[in-house]
């Protein structure tokens, strides 16, 4: 079945170091891959997202590049602030032909904890 | 804010209830995830619901059941609840059922137990 597997954390880091999460899915045909961030306390929200091969999903400084060949899917930020601490959820939505339908696919999270 | 309101926030039952978890989507919105966040298992997927009808199915038990009414609104089931059910619930929802469109998660029913 379809699967994704993230980096596990936590991840620490200091202001403005550099971020890399990694992420990695098995999936058949061509899936829609997505990042999502959770902070304390909320429900999940979308970071970025990519629809198809070499599609570069960005947002809020954070980018992603949607790799076929490495099927990778990796998360990326220059400069990290104390407020982007909270857990980053890889995932993505690809079509069971055994179901006829999309299932939507999440990676078990990474927390990242950013200090002064 | 998502625009997903999910109630209640918190629900601590005994082993064997039966519980009803409701989920409003965003204004406009026809399709609603639900899923299960546990420690153990991470973010799992149940069930998804488009216009009233069900879609697609994940790792949903049978003692789960999940339905969609006509103004969209959505209620999870959970009967004969074991210690394991005590999870964080989500809902999510999205303007279609297209798979590419995001999601856009309540914040969720936590459920202990006991």
């Known amino acids: 079945g379809n699967s994704v597997t993230q980096m596990e954390g936590p991840v620490t880091l200091s202001e403005e170091a550099f971020l890399t999460i990694n992420c990695t899915y098995t999936?058949?045909?061509?899936?829609?891959l997505f990042w999502y961030v959770q902070y304390p306390g909320e429900g999940l929200q979308l970071l970025l997202k990519?629809?198809?091969?070499?599609d570069k999903g960005s947002n809020k400084g954070f980018e992603a590049t949607y790799r076929k060949e490495t099927t990778s899917f990796h998360l990326e930020k220059g400069s990290v602030q104390v407020s982007d601490s909270a857990v980053y959820f890889c995932?993505?939505?690809?079509?069971?032909?055994?179901?006829?339908?999309?299932?939507?696919?999440f990676g078990r999270g990474t927390s990242l904890i950013v200090h002064p | 804010d998502s625009g997903v309101t999910q109630t209640p926030k918190h629900l601590i039952t005994a082993t064997g209830q039966r519980v009803t978890l409701r989920c409003s989507p965003r204004?406009?919105?026809?399709?609603v995830y639900w899923y299960q966040q546990s420690l153990d298992q991470g973010l799992q997927f149940l069930i998804q619901?488009?216009?009233?009808?069900?879609?697609a199915k994940g790792n949903i038990l049978e003692r789960f059941s999940a339905q969609q009414f006509p103004d969209l609104h959505s209620e999870l089931n959970l009967s004969s609840l074991e210690l394991g059910d005590s999870a964080l619930y989500f809902c999510?929802?999205?303007?279609?059922?297209?798979?590419?469109?995001?999601?856009?998660f309540g914040p969720g029913t936590r459920l202990t137990v006991t």
């Open positions: 999936a058949t045909g061509y899936p829609s």
């Open positions: 619901y488009y216009n009233g009808e069900e879609r």
């Open positions: 999510a929802s999205s303007p279609r059922g297209d798979p590419s469109y995001e999601q856009y």
């Open positions: 995932a993505l939505s690809a079509f069971y032909a055994s179901g006829g339908s999309y299932i939507p696919t």
């Open positions: 990519a629809t198809k091969a070499d």
């Open positions: 204004s406009g919105d026809l399709s």
